[in-house]
């Protein structure tokens, strides 16, 4: 937390204004810091008093405007970014701070050829027409020349007010209101092109649109790198990847995935069509040239030369609650027999989420190249939650840990984490507190709790029947 809110910037870099979206709340900041390094500009938060659970502003310090275009650019975590002019706890105060605000700042976007309109805007609260246009009026002190566009303006300049999410303590007045000039607005309006609902193919696990973006931006991909999804199921991770300019590949142990073969997910069709797979679901949107291929492939035996092939490994792992975790193999061997190599389908066997996490570990060990980023996410039982449980490996730094909540005791983590030395023979990854060792750990610890939720829901039922029935009798 420290690192995240410096009070000391750098001197001479413009102040800026990121506005949150109020969702997924930990994974904002190390979103809009992997992007910088993926976009290759400096940031920093200048923001000692941050709160992510209660205020979706904080203020950034960064190099150049054109540096700040590109990393709202890529953000789906972020509504808008603003140069950030003034800040104040009341109207007054604000005002004195945007009158001293320094001339040879404002002055470029205030000639007579230069349009302009103010948008304002609230979080915690919904603000009247009325309203809006007093804090408007009230800003008639700024020495704008140009005429105003409320359609297409040259320059937008907002006004926020943050009023806090408490909705059953909303105040009166704004905690705080900021003044900026728009300089662009984050990716949000993707997620609903890329929506999963309106692909070619999908699965049941497939992952949404908004969180496969979220993880192609926390593996900082680049235009032209190699992106490798080692349990590539329908390709959501693939297509979110592709979309910033990586190629793309994966593996799976599902033939009938990697092929587009079975039962279609279309309500009208039965069997899957020709343009039901994965290199149609990047095609659909003008990304099949992103597209290097797709094997049938174990995780547990890997089929890779043992030398750095990938610039970022971006997976979502089986862990058993809606699709099993398998290997080749038998239960009393973890290899594949002779006689299997014959056939088409060989023999498959549970893959424990210890096994499958450690196995995944060294693989993006020895894959990685230097600076390569593996992202993935670690299902977890949250009352039992450490930080011990997390896997580790001695040429993997951990970047960000960030949790969705599923449920009040089920979970899953974002994990992101950094290749930071080469690979040695020796190196092997380790979990030092392991709650999954059993197959299907936290599919197990998932059903337990949906049969204990049911048994405390049937008294209930059982006694509004029998009121239910009394009142029958009665009448």
């Not at 948008?119 to 009325?130: D, L, P, Q």
Request: charged share 25%; hydrophobic share 35%; glycine share 6%.
């Amino acid at each position: 937390q420290d690192k995240m809110a410096a009070p000391m910037c750098s001197a001479g870099w413009r102040r800026y204004l990121l506005w949150f979206a109020h969702e997924h709340l930990e994974f904002r900041i190390p979103e809009i810091r992997s992007i910088a390094l993926a976009v290759g500009s400096q940031l920093e938060i200048c923001d000692p008093d941050y709160d992510i659970k209660s205020h979706p502003f904080i203020e950034l310090r960064i190099p150049t405007e054109d540096d700040a275009r590109k990393i709202i650019g890529r953000s789906f975590l972020s509504r808008c970014l603003l140069e950030l002019w003034g800040t104040g706890q009341t109207a007054e105060e604000l005002h004195q701070v945007l009158r001293d605000y320094p001339t040879e700042l404002s002055t470029p976007y205030m000639h007579q050829d230069t349009s302009f309109r103010y948008h304002v805007a609230a979080f915690g609260k919904t603000i009247t027409m009325r309203r809006k246009k007093d804090i408007i009026d009230a800003l008639d002190f700024l020495p704008f020349q140009g005429r105003v566009n409320l359609k297409n303006a040259d320059q937008t300049f907002y006004v926020l007010e943050d009023y806090g999410d408490d909705p059953q303590k909303t105040p009166d007045e704004p905690y705080r209101t900021f003044f900026g000039r728009w300089i662009g607005d984050g990716q949000r309006k993707l997620i609903d092109k890329y929506a999963v609902r309106k692909r070619h193919f999908i699965g049941e696990t497939s992952m949404d649109a908004g969180l496969s973006f979220v993880m192609a931006n926390m593996a900082a991909t680049t235009p032209n790198s190699v992106v490798f999804d080692p349990f590539v199921g329908t390709g959501s991770l693939l297509v979110s990847s592709a979309h910033f300019g990586s190629y793309v590949m994966g593996t799976d142990i599902d033939s009938h995935i990697i092929h587009g073969w079975g039962r279609s997910t279309r309500h009208n069709k039965k069997w899957r069509g020709e343009d039901e797979n994965i290199r149609a679901n990047l095609r659909q949107y003008g990304l099949e040239h992103l597209y290097l291929d797709v094997l049938i492939s174990d995780a547990a035996h890997s089929v890779w030369r043992p030398c750095p092939l990938f610039d970022a490994i971006v997976t979502d792992p089986p862990y058993g609650i809606r699709e099993a975790s398998q290997r080749l193999g038998t239960k009393d061997n973890n290899f594949v027999r002779d006689d299997d190599c014959d056939v088409y389908g060989p023999a498959k066997t549970a893959y424990t989420l210890s096994d499958l996490l450690t196995d995944l570990l060294n693989f993006a060990a020895q894959h990685l190249a230097i600076h390569g980023r593996l992202v993935y996410w670690l299902p977890v039982y949250r009352p039992e939650y450490t930080a011990n449980i997390i896997p580790r490996h001695p040429c993997l730094r951990l970047v960000a840990n960030c949790e969705q909540v599923l449920s009040t005791d089920i979970g899953r983590r974002l994990i992101t984490m950094e290749k930071s030395k080469e690979y040695q023979e020796l190196d092997s990854a380790e979990i030092v507190v392991n709650p999954y060792r059993e197959h299907n750990a936290i599919r197990d610890k998932y059903l337990l709790l949906a049969k204990e939720k049911k048994h405390k829901q049937r008294p209930k039922e059982d006694t509004h029947i029998k009121e239910m029935s009394t009142k029958q009798e009665d009448s």
